[in-house]
């Protein structure tokens, strides 16, 4: 990248929003868990100093009076005032503490926008890593494109390419966008005006409880992180926010925009989708199925290559009025966003074993919520305006709604926990509930529909060349269509399958195979996750 390249509408506007709203921080980041001896402060600062070059979020900034910023670079920011350390007496609880206390802490105000801290002193051989980045340099999935570049081995692909939709797909797209900005009124209670400040907290569940039920009924974590977030707000809503109870709840997803060789890019390459949470659904899988009938256009390449362009398209003050409509009491949405980890990462050997996200809490908005998956469970930040009340309960509400999903009765006693760095981490969930007859994919198995769906939906593939015997060139299966497949798995059951692997099999139902011998290998040294469709450890 150079500093000639134009800052996206959203670099701006989140820069224009951090200065029009000083006390209002846009700190970002993720808690990197480790086991072993912590090391030495000027082994981290040689470890990322290292890396300064292959990193451009570590170098370049936003720098220039709101909408009219430019990108700078300053190719040897001050790595002493950067990188620091945070000694905490021992006890989970004192970390619990020292990790909300840096949540809040000022970024650096000069140059490149990030600093990490190095937590230790709580637990004999565990020590933790705060990575923290301002919004409008790093968007989440460029937070863990950093985190990649400075704590794994392996690089994922960034993203498929691109799509091209027609005149309908850009129509639908623009509707759904504008429909975002109409006013609901679930915020506005005279009583409890929201006040700006925020109060964070984290609940974390195995990641198989989520993952399992989901690809049994046609989606993915993401979709089940969702239908359970609309089962905790369900909860919450009908005994401490009376105007939200019984309604769907209107929340904005991030998508992903990023392009091949895009991954290295600082700022913000996503888009909001709309999703009403279903809220007003009483059954768990009544809530994941309208979830994943929801989100399966934000899986379209096409319907995504065309919010990229709409987005590159959009004038600079047209985005920044929508954010400013979007940021009014009246028309305030949730906002919520899902990121997984599905490759190892470690520091000098010692093994990252958990990863915490933390969001910030935009102008005027109710709550944020972000959740992460790593290495069988997903850790998930409730960011909430002080305003709202009962929201330390978010988190108990949420393992409650993911163990229903699994076939638990609601408020029935969760499995016996265990206690991590601080917070109170489920035992491996019961097995899910059996999938009815004919779904794709069971927790038993992956089968030739599960693999074509995948390749019609993801890869945009015509189904009706995809046939069992069919070789690749027959069923229409292109590098592009190949690339697509294995960020879809990835993404979707935690399999890493690399585009050269999925490329040896000659024919469709081969692949097939090889997607389900996998599903049920034992884990690969590179990957932190058991089997893809087994979690129960």
């Not at 650096?108 to 933790?128: C, K, M, Q």
């Not at 996503?270 to 989100?295: I, K, M, Q, S």
């Not at 408020?411 to 969930?429: C, H, I, T, W």
Request: with cysteine; charged share 20%.
């Amino acid at each position: 990248m150079t500093t000639t390249q134009r800052p996206t509408s959203m670099d701006l506007t989140m820069h224009h929003m951090s200065q029009a709203h000083p006390s209002i921080p846009q700190t970002i980041g993720a808690v990197l868990h480790l086991d072993g001896a912590p090391p030495s402060l000027e082994e981290l600062r040689d470890h990322v100093e290292r890396h300064l070059h292959d990193e451009p979020r570590l170098t370049h900034y936003l720098d220039g009076p709101g909408l009219k910023a430019r990108w700078q670079r300053d190719p040897a920011p001050d790595l002493d005032t950067r990188i620091r350390a945070r000694h905490v007496p021992p006890g989970d609880s004192h970390l619990d503490n020292a990790l909300r206390e840096l949540v809040e802490h000022p970024l650096p105000d000069r140059g490149p926008l990030w600093d990490a801290w190095l937590v230790s002193g709580y637990a004999t051989d565990r020590y933790a890593i705060c990575w923290r980045a301002h919004h409008s340099t790093q968007d989440g999935m460029g937070l863990m494109g950093t985190l990649h570049t400075l704590f794994s081995t392996t690089t994922p692909p960034a993203a498929a390419p691109a799509a091209r939709p027609g005149p309908g797909t850009y129509l639908r797209t623009v509707r759904a966008t504008l429909a975002a900005c109409t006013a609901n009124g679930i915020w506005t209670d005279p009583a409890r005006p929201l006040s700006g400040n925020r109060v964070v907290n984290w609940a974390s569940v195995p990641t198989g409880q989520l993952r399992d039920p989901a690809v049994a009924r046609g989606g993915d974590t993401n979709d089940a992180f969702l239908a359970s977030l609309s089962g905790a707000l369900r909860a919450w809503c009908s005994e401490h926010w009376p105007r939200g109870a019984d309604r769907p709840l209107p929340t904005l997803t991030m998508v992903n925009l990023r392009r091949a060789g895009e991954r290295e890019r600082p700022g913000n390459l996503f888009a909001f989708a709309p999703l009403p949470l279903p809220c007003d659904e009483p059954t768990a899988r009544g809530r994941l199925d309208r979830v994943v009938a929801a989100t399966r256009a934000t899986r379209d390449p096409v319907r995504l290559n065309a919010l990229r362009v709409l987005s590159e398209r959009t004038p600079t003050r047209a985005f920044h009025a929508m954010a400013g409509w979007l940021t009014t009491p009246a028309r305030a949405p949730l906002t919520a966003s899902y990121l997984a980890f599905h490759r190892a990462l470690a520091f000098q050997g010692d093994p990252v074993t958990r990863i915490q996200p933390f969001s910030w809490l935009p102008h005027n908005q109710p709550a944020s919520i972000v959740a992460c998956s790593y290495n069988g469970s997903t850790s998930v930040c409730f960011t909430t305006d002080t305003a709202l009340p009962g929201t330390r309960g978010l988190p108990a509400l949420f393992a409650d709604a993911a163990g229903q999903l699994a076939g638990r009765a609601p408020g029935s006693p969760a499995a016996p926990s265990r206690q991590a760095d601080g917070l109170e981490v489920p035992s491996p969930a019961l097995a899910p509930a059996p999938a009815p007859a004919g779904e794709a994919a069971t927790s038993a198995g992956i089968d030739f529909d599960f693999v074509k769906g995948l390749l019609v939906d993801h890869g945009a593939l015509p189904p009706g060349p995809i046939t069992p015997d069919a070789s690749f060139s027959h069923a229409g299966i292109d590098s592009m269509a190949v690339t697509a497949l294995s960020m879809a798995l990835e993404d979707r059951l935690g399999m890493v399958i690399t585009e050269q692997e999925l490329t040896q099999a000659p024919t469709v139902a081969a692949l097939v195979d090889l997607v389900a011998r996998r599903a049920t290998d034992p884990p690969r040294p590179d990957s932190p996750h058991p089997p893809a469709l087994d979690h129960r450890r």
